[in-house]
């Protein structure tokens, strides 16, 4: 959990507001910020660093795939966050959350499961079993 993470994008490059409902898919690079409701994925795209907001009067129904998520609204869908996840106060998540580092703060709520993702796995190498030979 103290491990190198990623800097966060400190950018909002889009803004969705308090009175627009998106049914459909979004994805994004950048920063994005949500304070409206949106009934679809949000997926951010490429290789650097990505960073959504969602405010406490957001609405997300659908899964969210990011590298940072701060979440102080309410999400119905699991949220998978490559870097780093934080928990508002406010924050209501019904899903599972996938994250390699995360904070909660006092008043958040999940219903599911927490998933830490662990480089282990990247890091290990099969190495063949070679038999000892048999006395000849």
Same mark, same amino acid.
């Given at each position: 959990?103290?491990?190198k993470?990623?800097?966060?994008q400190s *950018?909002?490059d889009?803004?969705i507001?308090v009175g627009?409902?998106?049914?459909?898919?979004?994805?994004?690079?950048?920063?994005l910020r949500?304070?409206g409701?949106?009934?679809?994925?949000?997926?951010?795209?490429?290789?650097k660093?990505?960073t !959504?907001v969602?405010?406490? *009067?957001?609405?997300?129904e659908?899964?969210?795939?990011?590298?940072?998520?701060?979440?102080?609204?309410?999400v119905?869908?699991a949220?998978?966050?490559s870097?780093?996840?934080?928990? *508002?106060?406010?924050a209501?998540v019904?899903?599972?959350?996938h994250?390699?580092?995360?904070?909660?703060q006092?008043?958040?709520?999940?219903?599911?499961? !927490?998933h830490?993702?662990?480089?282990? *796995?990247?890091?290990?190498?099969?190495?063949?079993?070679i038999?000892?030979s048999?006395?000849?």
């Open positions: 959990m103290f491990g993470t990623e800097k966060p *950018q909002i889009s803004l507001g627009t409902h998106i049914d459909g898919n979004i994805n994004f690079s950048g920063g949500v304070d409701r949106v009934t679809g994925n949000i997926v951010a795209l490429g290789e660093s990505s !959504l969602l405010s406490d *009067q957001a609405v997300i659908g899964k969210i795939v990011v590298s940072h998520a701060v979440i102080n609204g309410t119905s869908g949220i998978h966050a870097e780093y996840v934080e928990l *508002q106060p406010k209501k019904s899903g599972d959350i994250y390699k580092a995360m904070e909660i006092l008043g958040a709520s999940v219903d599911g499961m !927490l830490h993702m662990d480089n282990v *796995q990247a890091d290990n190498k099969v190495v063949p079993l038999p000892a048999q006395g000849d």
